[in-house]
């Protein structure tokens, strides 16, 4: 029942690699690591490849961060989903609102 | 409800964040016992997890307990999630469960709210409502021909006396 984060910075494109499980107490520290960046109008790329389990209060962080790249200019992309993470995805619509790379997808 | 059939297990657990996880181990567990598949059991996880993400985050304002049920029946298994907090109008959330819109511009997106929406969505009967605090019922039947689909996707109950 934890989240590991690892930030990889290029030159434009800040990438954040996630692994473990993301819930109600490891959202915190997602949303406390993910959103500055997105307020800095970032381009982020995140790597779920890691991830094995996410629920609602994952999803949100997912969609605070998208709010502040729309008003920011940022971009936010999620990578390397598995087909369960993406089946969550398309029940809640957020795949029809945030940028999702297949490629990678497990 | 014929409980007396059904294996029960019970547990209450302090109504914050950390706890979450446990109770979600723990059903996952209760769930592979019980023969249900990878999938089957990867929903009740993320439906009990919601449900007691909503009681950490709703139900009260010092602190509570989150109690959780199991029952577990030949063909199904009924998740109980209950707490003693403030109630609120199930029918007024009822109306708003539903997807994200994409029609809509993205500085309305809300970034909760989906959580009874994927309770619905996940499990094959839910049934809510609220006496003294929120009682949650989720069910899940072991074979996928059994399941009563709710075209509402979320009954209003009325609580028995």
């Known amino acids: 029942m934890n989240l590991s984060i690892r930030q990889e910075k290029n030159e434009d494109v800040v990438v954040l690699y996630l692994s473990g499980e993301i819930d109600a107490f490891t959202a915190t520290k997602l949303r406390e690591e993910l ?30 961060a998208l709010k502040a790249t729309h008003i920011t200019e940022g971009n936010l992309t999620l990578v390397g989903m598995s087909t369960r993470i993406k089946r969550l995805f398309s029940i809640t619509g957020l795949d029809e609102v945030i940028a999702i790379d297949e490629e990678g997808s497990k | 409800m014929k409980q007396h059939e059904a294996d029960h297990i019970q547990m209450s657990v302090p109504a914050k964040p950390e706890y979450v996880g446990v109770v979600r181990l723990t059903v996952s567990g209760i769930a592979n016992r ?21 009681v950490v985050t709703h139900a009260y304002e010092d602190g509570g307990t989150i109690n959780i049920s199991c029952f577990l029946f030949a063909n199904r298994l009924e998740i109980v999630v209950a707490d003693k907090g403030q109630s609120f109008d199930v029918s007024e959330v009822r ?23 994927l309770i619905s969505s996940l499990m094959d009967k839910v049934e809510l409502s609220n006496e ?21 996707g979320f009954p209003e109950t009325q609580p028995e006396q």
């Not at chain 1, 307020?39 to 605070?64: A, K, N, P």
């Not at chain 2, 003294?132 to 509402?152: A, C, N, R």
């Open chain 2, 34 to 54: 019980a023969g249900f598949s990878y999938d089957d059991i990867e929903d009740m996880k993320i439906a009990v997890a919601e449900a007691c993400t909503n």
């Open chain 2, 132 to 152: 003294s605090g929120i009682v949650l019922v989720m069910t899940k039947f072991l074979h996928g021909d059994e399941v009563e689909q709710d075209v509402d």
């Open chain 1, 35 to 64: 959103i500055p960046l997105a307020e800095m109008g970032q381009t982020v790329r995140v790597d779920l490849s890691g991830v094995d389990y996410i629920d609602s209060t994952g999803l949100g962080v997912f969609i605070g």
């Open chain 2, 95 to 117: 109306d708003h469960l539903g997807p994200v819109d994409s029609t809509r511009p993205i500085a309305d997106l809300k970034e909760g709210g989906l959580g009874l929406f």
